[in-house]
């Protein structure tokens, strides 16, 4: 942690805006929009080391937002682009599990995966919904954020599905203040926009 806190401290003199990115799956027991105690910690660290934000991602869906000591914390603003299933090759040991010939086409090992559409990602709503995030910043201090929500087309053909689309969707934004209050941050819903007042 220590050589990753002294790089943040590096960048901050040399940088007006110092973001930190992590990917992280990891949960707390069972419920996947929870981070990782780990990661709350990582993240705060580089907030107090100088970061003026931490976006964490690699979850697929969304999780809270944390306004920690005068920074931001995106712990998953969810996937951006998810097109897992117009992809042209995929791996080895994905059709070896399935005991499916190396030379399936794509299509065809996504339906038998999918069971037709029927389970897994494909039907999985939190993992088609996002939100991309803005900052605005004064005097180098983040004093508000901005939530745009977008989907990634759930109930489209898979030639559409994955691409990102602004929603303006406020259901997705009162999900995201739901798992944001644990945090104690508010989130402001105006005409299909979510804003985090900082100042």
């Known amino acids: 942690m220590k050589r990753i806190t002294d790089e943040i401290k590096e960048a901050r ?3 007006d805006v110092v973001f930190v990115s992590f990917h992280g799956h990891e949960c707390d027991e069972e419920d996947t929009t929870v981070p990782a105690r780990f990661l709350e910690t990582f993240s705060r660290a580089c907030i107090d080391a100088g970061a003026h934000a931490v976006l964490g991602h690699g979850p697929h869906e969304l999780r809270g937002i944390e306004i920690y000591n005068g920074g931001v914390i995106f712990y ?26 190396l030379d399936t086409k794509v299509g065809s090992y ?7 559409g029927t389970v897994g990602y494909g039907v999985l709503e939190n993992i088609w919904r996002a939100v991309m995030g803005a900052l605005t910043m004064e005097d180098g201090k983040i004093t508000q954020v901005q939530l745009y929500p977008i989907t990634l087309g759930l109930h489209d053909k898979r030639p559409h599905k994955g691409l990102p689309r602004m929603s303006h969707d406020e259901k997705t934004l009162e999900y995201l203040q739901e798992l944001s209050n644990p945090y ?4 402001r819903i105006e ?3 979510g804003y985090i007042d900082l100042k």
């Open 13 to 15: 003199k040399q940088a």
């Open 110 to 116: 996504m339906d038998n995966r999918s069971k037709n």
């Open 191 to 193: 005409n299909g926009v």
């Open 76 to 101: 998953s603003l969810g996937n951006f682009l998810f097109e897992t299933e117009t992809v042209s090759l995929q791996p080895y040991d994905a059709y070896i599990n399935r005991k499916m010939p």
């Open 184 to 187: 104690g941050t508010k989130i």
